[in-house]
Structure formats: C-alpha cells, structure tokens
C-alpha cells in the first residue's frame, strides 16, 4: 500500500521541480479568465450601459486585432527562448553544462513563460469562440482590451527577461547561486540532524560486519541516482523485525538494477512486503541535486573551476572566484560532521547509511583543481591561502589533514616555478597571512 501511495507523490514532487510546473498553473489561470470571457453575459448579468462607448464597431476589427496580437505574442515567444537558448548554451560551454537545466528551471523564468502561454491562450480562446451579431458584445470588447494589456504585461515581462537572464549567465551570478544553494542544503542536513536520533558510529558499512552475522539482503528494482532516504520510517520498518538496515550506497549515488541496496541484521529474513516498502523509502532523482545532497554544490564549484582552466576557455579568474567560495563552504563542512546512523526510541541502532569523510570532500575537491592548474602559479597561491585559512578553524586531525596538502601544493608550485623570478614571488608569499601550519620560508628546488 505505502508504495501505490508513495508513487504519485514522487510523481507531484517531480511536476513541482520541472519547469512545466509555473507555466502550467498560470496557463490554468489564463484559461479559466478565457472561458469567463467568452461566456454570454445576459440578463441580470448584463454589463451597465455606461460601457457601451467602449464597443467595438464591427467583428472583422475585433477579430483583426485579435489576429495581430497573437501574432505578436507568438513572436516574442519565439525570439525571447531562441535567445535564452543561445545564451544558456554558451553558459553550458563555458561554465558546466549541469548548471544549464537549472538555469532553464529557474521561477523567473517559468513565470515569464507562463505569461506567455497564458496570453497566447487567452487570445486563443476569444478567436475560436465567434461572436453573435455583426457588433461585438460589450463583454466581449472589453475582454479584448484585456488581452491587449496582456500582451503590454508580456512586452515588460520580455525586458525583465533580457534583464535576468543576462545576470544569470555571469560569473559572479553562478559562483554566488551555487554557494547559496549549497549552504542552505547544509544547514538544511546541520538542521534535520539536530534530533537525539541520529547519531555517529564507527562501522556504518556492511562489509564492517562480523562476517559471521547472517546479512539479509535486498537489491534495486530499478536505475538511477538515489538522492535520499527517509531514515525515520526506515528505522520503524528495523524496529518491526527487531534488526538494522545498512545502507549499501550513499545519498547522491548512482546505482543499477539488481544491485544489493541494503543489508538487513534481523532474526529472520523480511518478506517480500516489507522489502518493498522499505524500497518505497528511498527517493530517486535526475541527475545531482544540490538541495538534497550539498556535495552536489561543492563539486559542480570545482568542476566549474576546472572548467575554466581549460585551454578553450583559459580563464583563471574564475578559477579563483571558485576556490574561494569553496573555501567557505569546505570552513562550513569542517565544522559539521554529518551523521551516519539512527537510532529508535529505546536508543538501539537501526539504520547506517555511508558518509563522505571531510578528507575524501576536501580530496574530491581541491585535487582536480590543482592537477589541471598545476601550470598556473596564481592556482596554486590561491589553493595554498584557501588551505591555509582552513587550518584556523581545523581541529588537530583536520589540521594534519591540511598540513599534507600544503606539503602537496608547494611541491606543485616548486615544479612549476623554473625562473627565480616566480620562485621569488612565490617564496615571499609562502608564510604570508594567518595560519596554523608548518610551512617552508622559501621555495625548495626539487
């Protein structure tokens, strides 16, 4: 039953996150002022006579505006999204091509599109609805003069357009979107995890398990990226059995058909039912949702860094821009170390799921960057000052941690630096700034 029931709200939540979900209320809203305009408006409900001088002469003038109008609206639809197209895929060209679809998604511009189609529909419905009589009807007339500000609306709605979507291509724009959108998924997890049940534990995998314990396990029944779990009702279902669940995947992962998901620690083995429903549990989705899964945001950042060091684009700048807003959220993730497991009521485990540890984050995200700007003295100045900013809010294990990468980035900025000129540069730079960590006071040849 939970999974017949669990189906259609994945499909809502789907409909609400794709860009048809603004364009499709406001069109519904359109069409229903469409059908009140084109109803025949008698007796009681007679329009007063004070409006009569607002009445169109004849039909073919309404009909002739009308026709014009939708022409118009028709036009701008097409010129505004080749436009955004355009631009959006030179975005995807320079910046990550996974930032693209979520540029297109973005409110402001389903409700630009929703207009749009709203009015086109509007329009629509007053030209296939014909008049009685030679004169058109007060109602009606004033129904044209309605879709006529509609299309003024959509005319201001078309600068704003040009307006946003040129911001939201710029540099600035995207490194600052993806580090909000980050931080919120963050404090979101920080947030939920606040709850006396979940906790941290040591072994949080299967293969961790005594291989003596009997695992039950249950594998996919499809593919895709699993974004999230809901832990608590997967913990009532290891209640129910008396057992714990340990997740074979961790959130954001991408994973097969038949490919074992969980493992289950219970006396005996779950029914089919039970598996099902504990399938039911997990949230799948498209691609890397940064609201879900915030190492999503983290490395969209660093392959936007990566991306600009590429000899096609060659723009280091944005590089630097994307270090430092990882810095930031690297500061955040240091100070939080999610939870792994929760537990029920009585305090007794019964779900584990994997986490990424901050040295796999930190490795995941400063390595790429600097192996492709190893050439590139300022990358690994700005890598080197992000590391040693870290170290002021690292604990002793983090720090070690950073201390390794420090090591790692000079002995990369020594291979890079032939001329003493850059090796100078460097050197004067190396211990500059506040920091905890050990650090050479000039630049060793190697």
């Given amino acids: 039953m939970i999974v017949l029931f669990n189906t259609p709200l994945q499909v809502a939540k789907a409909f609400r996150q794709s860009i048809a979900y603004l364009p499709s209320l406001l069109s519904l809203a359109y069409f229903l002022v469409g059908l009140l305009a084109v109803v025949p408006q008698e007796g009681p409900s007679a329009m007063p006579g004070w409006l009569v001088s607002v009445r169109f002469d004849d039909t073919d003038t309404l009909r002739t505006l009308l026709s014009t109008l939708i022409a118009g609206m ?12 355009s631009v959006l ?3 995807g060209g320079q910046f990550s091509h996974k930032l693209v679809f979520g540029l297109v998604t973005e409110r402001h511009h389903q409700w630009v599109l929703g207009n749009y189609l709203g009015t086109i529909l509007f329009i629509l419905m007053l030209l296939m609805v014909p008049e ?18 509609m299309v003024i609306h959509c005319l201001a709605l078309f600068v704003y357009f040009i307006h946003k979507t040129s911001q939201t291509v710029q540099v600035n724009s995207v490194v600052a979107g993806l580090h909000l959108a980050t931080s919120h998924s963050l404090a979101e997890l920080i947030h939920r995890q606040q709850s006396p049940r979940f906790t941290r534990v040591s072994a949080p995998n299967p293969s961790a ?19 999230n779990a809901d832990y608590a009702k997967l913990a009532n279902l290891a209640t129910g059995i008396d057992g714990v669940i340990y997740l074979n995947f961790s959130p954001g992962d991408f994973t097969l058909d038949d490919f074992p998901l969980l493992y289950i620690d219970a006396p005996t083995e ?18 890397e949702s940064i609201e879900d899964i915030h190492v999503h945001g983290l490395t969209q950042l660093m392959e936007m860094a990566v991306k600009s060091l590429s000899p096609g684009i060659n723009d280091p700048g944005t590089a630097r821009l994307c270090i430092n807003q990882l810095t930031d959220l690297l500061r955040l993730r240091m100070d939080f170390a999610p939870c792994n497991a929760m537990l029920d009521d009585q305090e007794q485990l019964r779900v584990t799921w994997p986490a990424e540890s901050f040295e796999s984050l930190l490795y995941r995200v ?25 170290s002021l809010y690292a ?8 201390q390794t990468y420090a090591d790692r980035i000079i002995a990369t900025l020594a291979d ?14 190396l211990n500059s700034g506040e920091h905890h960590l050990t650090l050479p006071d000039r630049l060793v040849y190697r």
């Avoid at 028709?74 to 197209?85: C, E, G, H, N, P």
């Avoid at 398990?209 to 974004?227: D, K, N, P, Y």
């Avoid at 779950?270 to 691609?287: I, K, N, R």
């Avoid at 604990?395 to 950073?402: I, S």
């Fill in 74 to 85: 028709i036009s701008l639809v097409v010129f505004s999204f080749s436009m955004v197209m």
């Fill in 89 to 91: 895929s030179q975005a």
């Fill in 132 to 149: 009685n009589g030679d004169t058109p009807g007060t109602w009606r007339s004033l129904a044209a003069y309605l879709g006529t500000a």
């Fill in 209 to 227: 398990v005594s291989r003596s314990q009997a695992l039950h396990e249950i594998r996919s029944r499809r593919t895709g990226f699993i974004q």
């Fill in 270 to 287: 779950p029914d089919h039912d039970w598996a099902e429903e504990a399938l039911a549990h997990l949230t799948y989705g498209e691609g």
């Fill in 366 to 390: 400063l390595t790429p960057i600097l192996h492709y700007g190893r050439d590139d003295v300022t990358i690994g100045l700005s890598l080197l000052k992000a590391v040693k900013s870290l």
């Fill in 395 to 402: 604990q002793d294990a983090d720090r070690q941690l950073l």
């Fill in 416 to 429: 890079a630096a032939i001329h003493p000129l850059d090796r100078d540069f460097i050197s004067a730079r």
